[in-house]
T-cell receptor, first 117, second 113 residues
Framework: KAGVTQTPRYLIKTRGQQVTLSCSPISGHRSVSWYQQTPGQGLQFLFE???????NKGNFPGRFSGRQFSNSRSEMNVSTLELGDSALYLCASSLLSRGTSMNTEAFFGQGTRLTVV | ELKVEQNPLFLSMQEGKNYTIYCNYS?????LYWYRQDPGKSLESLFV???NGAVKQEGRLMASLDTKARLSTLHITAAVHDLSATYFC?????????????WGAGTKLIIKP
């Protein structure tokens, strides 16, 4: 079965621009989570969407937003890009929301490497 | 503040040797995860540990969880070169009215033939 697909794989943007990243979860998975990975800060949780609703949110500014569609595909948007937003953005899909006590194992996509210049 | 600390952060070892990576976390948590990441690649789920005393094994890797000590270990037996990667542990924590996954810094493991 197909894994988690993220597009694009690489992106170069200029400061002040905005960017939209896309994530298609594993078929049947309803939860999509987004993470930022940088050498300095490591892996940080951005937010989780489940059944088109944001269920969990990390400590990122409002410039970072997302949404989920009825087919569970998710998009993440970053507005007014800053140099510090350069990172690998990873998306993970799970069968259930991370707030449940059942199996919430997350399967990750290949990531989108965003470079802000 | 919840902290997840991995130890060591870097490990270089010879093939055939055994070693253990440690993951300490500062407050109670319901679940602990181990992931592997190869350079430039995504994260691969290795183990999900859900309860105190949980032990899971896959090939040369074995993970355990002691919730009382707030400690998880990832033990590598008779290491082979293919296990070279960065290993992350992560902990689920109820924070600010929702669950967040808090990650360790990762342990970069290099296994020399």
């Amino acid at each position: 079965k197909a894994g988690v697909t993220q597009t694009p794989r690489y992106l170069i943007k200029t400061r002040g621009q905005q960017v939209t990243l896309s994530c298609s979860p594993i078929s049947g998975h309803r939860s999509v989570s987004w993470y930022q990975q940088t050498p300095g800060q490591g892996l940080q949780f951005l937010f989780e969407y489940f059944s088109e609703t944001q269920r969990n949110k990390g400590n990122f500014p409002g410039r970072f937003s997302g949404r989920q569609f009825s087919n569970s595909r998710s998009e993440m948007n970053v507005s007014t890009l800053e140099l510090g937003d350069s990172a690998l953005y990873l998306c993970a899909s799970s069968l259930l929301s991370r707030g449940t006590s059942m199996n919430t194992e997350a399967f990750f996509g290949q990531g989108t490497r965003l470079t802000v210049v | 503040e919840l902290k997840v600390e991995q130890n060591p952060l870097f490990l270089s070892m010879q093939e055939g040797k055994n070693y253990t990576i440690y993951c300490n976390y500062s407050t109670t948590s319901d679940r602990l995860y181990w992931y592997r990441q190869d350079p430039g690649k995504s994260l691969e789920s290795l183990f999900v540990l859900l309860s105190n005393g949980a032990v899971k094994q896959e090939g040369r890797l074995m993970a355990s969880l002691d919730t009382k000590a707030r400690l998880s270990t990832l033990h590598i037996t008779a290491a082979v070169h293919d296990l070279s990667a960065t290993y992350f542990c992560a902990v689920d924590k109820w924070l600010s009215s929702n669950y967040q996954l808090i990650w360790g810094a990762g342990t970069k493991l290099i296994i020399k033939p």
